[in-house]
Nanobody, 118 residues
Framework: QEQLVESGGGLVQTGGSLRLSCAAS????????MGWYRQPPGKQRELVAA????????YYDNRVKGRCTISRDNVKNTVYLRMTSLKPEDTAVYYC???????????WGQGTQVNVSS
């Protein structure tokens, strides 16, 4: 059964940086595009960034473009999100998932909480 385990979140000040990790189980990881999503308090889950199975191309939401870098290691079955110049509006629970299923996915990991203080 697929498992997604996100980690790396925390409390940072405005302008700080974090690197999120998502470890995925299953043998199909390396052939699937992956995405990072976030759910701000009181709001719906949204796509932040995505990466193809090979690592290129990538996609970024305009709100994080230039501040985030998505990458993956298909040997470790892990996808990363490097976040810099963090803003209070980046505060959210961050999740990863298969980018083909996207927001329609029925299974989600526990996510990792990112809090950015002003």
């Amino acid at each position: 059964q697929e498992q997604l385990v996100e980690s790396g979140g925390g409390l940072v000040q405005t302008g700080g940086s974090l690197r999120l990790s998502c470890a995925a189980s299953g043998s199909t990881f390396s052939s699937q595009p992956m995405g990072w999503y976030r759910q701000p308090p009181g709001k719906q889950r949204e796509l932040v960034a995505a990466i193809s199975s090979t690592g290129s191309p990538t996609y970024y939401d305009n709100r994080v473009k230039g501040r985030c870098t998505i990458s993956r290691d298909n040997v470790k079955n892990t996808v990363y999100l490097r976040m810099t110049s963090l803003k209070p509006e980046d505060t959210a629970v961050y999740y990863c998932n298969n980018a083909l299923r996207g927001l329609r996915a029925t299974y989600w990991g526990q996510g990792t909480q990112v809090n950015v203080s002003s």
